[in-house]
């Protein structure tokens, strides 16, 4: 027997049958409750007699090339498992359209929280800052972590990892964009003029924030790092910048703390979260107004994707429509880097 939580657009029944095959302990009535929020891959709460399962899928109808690439999701989590970057633990992943109607991984549910508000609503002021701290550490122990030693060496390209970003978000872009923004053509130009000449390499997460991390139950501690779509070998100061992104956010663009009172919610100012990393990372670089514009500028392209398949009518995000908007103010605020200007 199944029952559903929000509309799925799978049959229940079959993926049953599936689990019932293909997952040891996999008996009982199964439940299943869609995860509201997020703008990526569709995520489901599965509940199959006592075992607690999370299942995360392609959006069904017409996607992006290499968008929405939950295989290698899958396969960064299992390869991270003995490291210490903590992720879930994985089960399984079925690359055929005939269970779910499209390719899917399942993993283990963890018990946490995850805050899509940068200022960490409920948190006391020192557990606020303990949580930034502790997100820091987190991305400097997944940038320790050789690729090689756990079978990613092949996971991305080598080298000139901003130069292929660069030219594969303005190819996205020109996919998605419903308008001309002067600032993203600009970005454009001044970010494939002004890339630094280090070339450091290591597992990035392509989307490291406070949304994409599971937080203790009871501490303000990193347990999981969630959502690994837009993960390979780059360069680990992009994932460092777009950390940065709710500094240089308000709350009402996608939960920053842009224009908060920090030292009184004991959020620490962006430089010492920058400092925190620094301490604890092993490779050295520094970061660079570049890195920063960088990540505004691929925060920008990815809201205006998601405008896109708003449009198409296959978001998974309720307000995929509204939050398109974005674009613009995430544009606008590389710029500001660029030019020098401060985020206040």
């Known amino acids: ?26 008996r009982g009535d199964l439940r299943i409750a869609r995860v509201p929020g997020g703008q990526s891959n569709p995520t489901y709460f599965i509940d199959k007699g006592d075992l607690r399962l999370v299942l995360r899928k392609q959006p069904a109808g017409e996607i992006l090339p290499s968008a929405h690439a939950v295989d290698r999701e899958f396969r960064v989590m299992r390869a991270l498992a003995a490291t210490d970057a ?73 080298g000139n990892y901003f130069a292929r970003q660069i030219a594969r978000w303005s190819r996205q872009w020109e996919l998605s964009k419903a308008r001309e923004l002067p600032d993203v053509e600009r970005l454009i130009d001044w970010l494939g003029a002004n890339i630094p000449a280090d070339d450091t390499s290591t597992i990035v997460h392509g989307d490291f924030r ?9 501490e303000p501690r990193v347990i999981a790092i969630l959502d690994w779509e837009l993960s390979t070998l780059g360069h680990p100061l992009a994932d460092l910048a777009h950390s940065c992104i709710g500094w240089r956010s308000k709350p009402a663009d996608y939960g920053g703390v842009l224009g908060l009172d920090l030292d009184s919610l004991g959020i620490p100012l962006e430089n010492e979260y920058i400092e925190t990393y620094m301490r604890h990372a092993r490779h050295g670089a520094r970061l660079l107004p570049f890195h920063l514009a960088f990540a505004l500028f691929r925060f920008a392209v990815i809201f205006e994707g998601i405008a896109a398949r708003a449009r198409q009518g296959n978001a ?16 606008r605020r590389a710029i500001d880097v660029i030019e020098g200007r401060p985020h206040s």
């Open 1 to 26: 027997m199944a029952s559903v939580t929000r509309s799925t657009d799978f049959d229940a029944e079959i993926l049953d049958r599936f689990l019932e095959r293909h997952v040891a302990g996999a």
């Open 86 to 158: 903590p992720v879930p633990r994985v089960i399984l992943f079925h690359a055929e359209r005939d269970v779910v109607g499209t390719p899917f991984y399942l993993m283990e549910r963890l018990e946490g929280r995850v805050f899509h508000d940068s200022a960490l609503p409920g948190l006391e002021p020192a557990g606020r800052r303990a949580a930034f701290h502790s997100m820091a550490e987190t991305l400097a122990r997944l940038h320790a972590v050789d690729p090689a030693a756990v079978g990613l060496a092949d996971f991305g390209r080598p």
């Open 210 to 218: 406070f949304g994409n991390l599971m937080l203790h139950p009871g």
């Open 316 to 331: 998974s995000g309720d307000n995929a429509g509204e939050v398109g908007r974005l674009s613009e103010v995430f544009a």
